[in-house]
């Protein structure tokens, strides 16, 4: 049981209800707040000054677009399926408000009289309350674009919600290595085992894992392919406007913060000061409520370089996306954990036993594993080689209306009588000139 | 509740956690085969095409050589039965005589899968899929011509047809094939059920693609698949559900825990029939036993020849395996309740099988329901509970695997130009034509009838006076009318070769190449062997029960 | 004393609400002018295409493929993490176990990519 669970576990009901409600206002506030900085700091990046009319240096700019949200017309597509049309911004909304709860914004401070930790759960398990929101999260995009009954959400939604779990694993096993180095998957505990030196020195790659993977899960620049306004206008939420639009947008604005407040969390030290600062009056700016100013820093960092990021770069194309995780990032996370398990495992044993013979065994394969992937990539198609038509819309089914083909002359084998064929859609699928328009399926829905 | 957990992680996180013992010579078999099969998926990302097929080959009969050897070596030390691996697995007697027959029955079905001279390129499909965008690979794809032709109105262009033919099937049938008799060689040995059910799908999820990959007839062979599939998943959440109830009744998944309670307890015997009903329909289920048999004669009829064979060999040994042990084991004590069920099983099984095997007008469906029938005839052994039931059961599942891989080896043979000729008419004046093969399949099928001089009766002498001496004269007595009833089809098969003149454009027999050659006499031979002279290989059976 | 999780049902009641006040609100305090295009699909051409997606429609095998690869790499997760918690008390064997582990993912993972399963277009 950590300390900040003991602190936790005194709140009296008063406290809890005030501290659900702060979060809450809390995650509200980032989100306008850093819709309007995003908005300043990109205009001040492309020599223009950005929002600046509504409240001083415009910062009233994101409430009153909110405002303005509420009082638009709220349309519902004839085709949408209306339940889950409806449900789908609240799926969205929902688990991002209550991943950022698990957040150790400071560990011991004394608010109305009562001490206790800037935290509003303590759980021994934080961590996957975060990774269990972010999942649940992803039934919004699916189900938003799926009942919107329209090919432009659905084609989105299918992106984005691709996009959201390939870069889940990836961001998924970096968390294994801070794992193992804490020894637990409470937020807090991660944070006080970083008192020594923060994981992102300890584990640079895990962070560097983290910190793409944190982009992508978010959909954002230069991962913001599901709203590629260019290819799908708006992505999984075009048919969306009103305050449901607003919905996604602010689930959109709090994943950000959250990843980036975790980020914080697990990487950079959560609430210690950082270094030069740590060391003034024997550790005092880690006490009382200055830890809550250094996570906020940190959480801003991150939040700036999101910005940074979507101010600088160009959108990926979706197979360089993909491939970036699964060819790149998950291997190499799979490798970096075996490593760092290795290492830590030798460190750890005071005498290397009987077990030897299998830990040589298991390095010679990890050495393999490695070897393997720092293969390089096969050239694009070897000519011999028929891939199964995994992507580009095909769908691998026998033909529906499979004839069965006139019995040659004996003795003339394999090219007879063999049945799955070119299908009828290896013409193109406008062409049905061959007069059998009956197989032609939906055309293409390649992405 | 977090108060708690916590605390016990952190105590947790105190003290180190001692690794199980674990005796590597012991499971090396298991451990040879399923290390193959990873190394065998390494084989199809990384080996050039041409070489595939060689490579998979060698490195499967290898395995499954290796496996056998080491199991040979291990069981000549007279070894103790012992579990390992914290009690998961319970290598004794009769799992080593399972993964005996396992390995002998899986290299014979390598063998027929590993041909390619009968069906040239192979049994399998060339692709996984026919490509249905436009791209050029599709027109150089495997068995492409054909079809096109009947579908496109401009012919194929010569090209396609000179590369179709050589067209060579896909490889992953190996890897599949290992993973799943890994899984039921993990099957068989398994000590407690958990256990047992990840072996359950370890070997079925490899079966359900098998059976999707014919070459031939596309469609039959995907529904096949899909059947098989969605009936699978029924059988293995009955059989998760019954692990379930069980776990209720005794607070443990071990076998040797739920005999414990069973031996005497008050608890709710509900629970305790229920569990164990759910658990043998999943098992039995697997082993095709009617009348949870109704996935058999189309999965047998649609899937290729060779996996045919594999899925009634191996897959019945396997299922047979788990349900001998986990009658023997855990629910021994209450049998008394429980036997009468399994009676009915067993009779409404031989009954489906020979009465239903009668009216069959296609090869593959006929075995199919033999095997239906003979599943009757295994479940009379295991429910004796004695000793000798279970060498008589695990001989019979030998004498039976080899003789039905030996047949469908046989059948993958006679062929017209569109496949296998597997309706019975066109095995009508087989002998006029090719009497080598037709006297090879009338021998088999006076195995599977059980006539002396073969395996086939040898295996029913022992299992049927087992029964007898454990005083089921009555099953005995039904079991001997099935036989009888069943040995009908046989011989109306063996009348049709032998005395009708063959139809004009009937089916061709194929010069088998050497792996079927070798897949088939080894059938025969053991076949022969098992009923002249049955002594060794009973004597093996019969030392030692289960441990747990 | 408090469960741990109360605060967390808390929050999570207060954001359920909110969305759901949201989503109710929406139609109450919005503009009401009829038009029918407003109801159609957002489509550039002037008759929005048959919808083959809601219901029945059929989506490309690509994002199954990557479904299906998620579900197997989050299985991975689901047994790497516990093994991170008590990796220490585990010992050199543990270490043996879990690499092996990755290592058997390795080679699926291995299969699929050069197999082409990790081909986007």
């Known amino acids: ?447 | 509740m977090g108060v708690t957990t916590q605390t016990g992680a952190v105590i947790l996180a105190q003290q180190s956690i001692a690794p199980p013992p674990i005796h590597y010579s012991a499971i090396a078999p298991v451990l040879i085969v399923l290390g193959a099969a990873c190394l065998a998926v390494l084989v199809e990302a990384f080996v050039p095409r041409r070489l595939r097929w060689s490579v998979q080959v060698g490195l499967s009969l290898c395995t499954l050589v290796a496996a056998g050897a080491w199991l040979v070596v291990y069981a000549r030390g007279e070894p103790m039965g012992l579990t390992t691996l914290a009690d998961t697995l319970a290598i004794d007697t009769p799992t080593l005589f399972l993964w005996g027959t396992l390995l002998v029955l899986g290299l014979a079905s390598i063998l027929l899968i590993a041909d390619r001279s009968v069906e040239p390129g192979g049994a399998f499909v060339a692709e996984s899929s026919a490509a249905p965008s436009p791209s050029p690979r599709a027109a150089s794809g495997g068995s492409t011509g054909g079809t096109a032709t009947s579908i496109a109105p401009a012919p194929t262009p010569a090209p396609a047809r000179a590369t179709a033919s050589v067209a060579e099937m896909r490889t992953e049938v190996f890897p599949l094939g290992l993973f799943s008799l890994g899984g039921m060689m993990v099957f068989c040995a398994a000590n407690d059920l958990l256990t047992m059910f990840i072996a359950l799908e370890a070997l079925s999820l490899p079966l359900y693609v098998m059976c999707g990959l014919a070459r031939r007839r596309r469609l039959l062979s995907q529904e096949a698949a899909v059947k098989y599939f969605l009936l699978g998943a029924f059988a293995s959440a009955f059989f998760l559900y019954g692990l379930a109830l069980l776990y209720g009744y005794a607070g443990s998944v071990e076998l040797s825990a739920i005999a414990d309670a069973t031996a005497g307890s008050l608890r709710s015997d509900t629970l305790l029939f229920a569990g164990l009903g759910l658990l043998v329909v999943g098992l039995l289920f697997k082993g095709s036993v009617g009348p949870f048999h109704m996935w058999t004669p189309d999965v047998y009829h649609g899937a290729p020849t060779a996996v045919t064979g594999f899925m009634a060999a191996c897959t019945k040994v396997a299922a047979f395996g788990a349900i001998l042990r986990v009658l023997h084991v855990a629910f021994e004590a209450s049998s008394w309740e429980w036997h009468w069920v399994l009676w009915t099983v067993a009779v409404v099984s031989m009954v489906i099988g020979a009465v239903l095997g009668l009216t069959q007008s296609d090869i593959k469906r006929m075995v199919a329901y033999s095997s239906i029938a003979h599943a009757g005839f295994l479940l009379i052994g295991a429910i004796t509970l004695t000793d000798e039931g279970l060498s008589a059961t695990l001989f019979y599942l030998l004498a039976y695997g080899v003789t039905t891989i030996a047949v469908f080896g046989v059948i993958s043979l006679v062929r017209t130009s569109e496949g296998e000729a597997t309706h019975l008419s066109a095995w009508s004046g087989l002998a006029k034509r090719s009497p080598l093969i037709a006297w090879v399949f009338t021998f088999l099928l006076l195995a599977l009838a059980g006539i002396p001089l073969t395996s086939g009766f040898m295996g029913k002498f022992v299992v049927f006076s087992a029964a007898l001496t454990a005083g089921m004269a009555p099953l005995v007595v039904i079991a001997l009318v099935a036989s009888a009833v069943a040995a009908f089809f046989y011989l109306r098969v063996i009348v049709l070769m032998h005395f009708n003149e063959p139809a004009p454009d009937g089916p061709t027999v194929s010069v088998p190449g050497a792996f079927t050659t070798a897949a088939i006499t080894l059938g025969v031979v053991v076949t022969l062997l098992l009923g002249v002279l049955p002594t060794p290989v009973l004597d093996w059976a019969s030392v030692g029960g289960f441990v747990s | 004393m408090l469960d741990p999780y109360i605060p967390l049902v808390l929050m999570f009641a207060l954001a359920l609400g909110f969305a759901v006040f949201s989503v109710a609100i929406a139609p109450l305090v919005g503009p009401r002018r009829y038009n029918k295009a407003k109801f159609d699909a957002y489509e550039c051409g002037i008759e929005p295409s048959p919808q083959p997606t809601v219901g029945g429609g059929r989506m490309p095998v690509a994002y199954y493929l990557t479904a299906m690869l998620f579900i197997l790499f989050d299985i991975e997760m689901v047994f790497l993490y516990p093994y991170a918690v008590s990796a220490d008390s585990l010992g050199m064997f543990g270490v043996a176990a879990v690499v092996l582990f990755i290592a058997t993912f390795g080679f699926a993972d291995l299969y699929v990519w050069y197999r082409g399963g990790f081909e986007w277009n």
């Open chain 1, 1 to 447: 049981m950590t300390e900040t669970a003991r602190l936790l576990a005194d709140d009296p009901i008063w406290l809890v209800l005030i501290k659900v409600v702060g979060t809450f206002a809390f995650l509200v506030l980032m989100t306008l707040l850093t819709i309007w900085a995003e908005r300043r700091v990109i205009g001040r990046m492309q020599h223009r000054p950005g929002p600046n009319r509504a409240g001083p240096f415009g910062i009233l700019q994101s409430l009153a677009d909110g405002l303005k949200l509420a009082f638009k017309e709220d349309i519902r597509p004839v085709l949408a399926d209306k339940w889950i049309y409806i449900l789908a911004p609240v799926i969205s909304a929902t688990p991002a408000l209550v991943a950022f709860s698990v957040m150790p914004i400071a560990p011991r401070v004394t608010l109305f009289g009562e001490e206790t930790a800037l935290q509003l759960v303590e759980l021994p398990v934080g961590l996957l309350v975060v990774l269990a929101a972010a999942a649940i999260g992803v039934y919004g995009i699916v189900l938003a674009g799926w009942s919107s009954g329209s090919p432009y959400p659905l084609l989105g939604s299918l992106r984005s919600a691709a996009q959201v779990i390939s870069y889940e694993i990836a961001m998924g096993l970096s968390f294994v290595a801070v794992i193992m180095y804490s020894g637990t998957l409470s937020t807090a505990g991660i944070v006080e085992a970083q008192e020594g030196g923060w994981f992102f020195a300890l584990l640079p790659f895990s962070f560097a894992v983290y910190v793409i993977a944190m982009v992508g899960e978010t959909n954002r620049a230069p991962f913001d392919l599901p709203e590629a306004e260019s290819e799908l206008v708006g992505g999984f939420h075009t048919e969306y406007s009103s305050l449901k639009f607003a919905l996604f947008f602010l689930a959109e604005y709090i994943n950000m913060v959250t990843v980036s407040a975790l980020a914080t969390t697990l990487f950079l030290g959560g609430w210690h000061a950082p270094w030069p600062l740590s060391l003034i009056g024997d550790g005092v700016l880690n006490t009382g409520w200055w830890p809550a100013l250094w996570f906020l820093l940190k959480t801003i960092g991150f939040l700036f370089l999101f910005v940074w990021l979507r101010a600088t770069l160009p959108r990926l194309r979706y197979d360089q996306f993909m491939n970036l995780g699964w060819k790149v990032l998950i291997p190499l996370s799979l490798v970096w954990i075996c490593a760092v398990t290795v290492i830590r495992g030798l460190r750890n044993a005071e005498a290397v036993s009987a077990q030897q013979f299998l830990l040589i065994g298991g390095g010679a394969i990890a050495v393999l594993l490695v070897a393997a992937f720092l293969i390089p990539d096969r050239p694009p198609q070897e000519p011999e080689e028929p891939q199964a038509p995994l992507s580009g819309g095909g769908y691998p089914v026998p033909p529906l209306d499979l004839q069965v083909p006139q019995t040659p002359r004996r003795r003339t084998p394999v090219s007879s009588g063999a049945s799955v064929a070119e299908h009828p859609q290896t013409r193109s699928p406008e062409g049905d000139e061959g007069g059998n328009s009956s197989t032609k399926e939906a055309p293409d829905g390649s992405v």
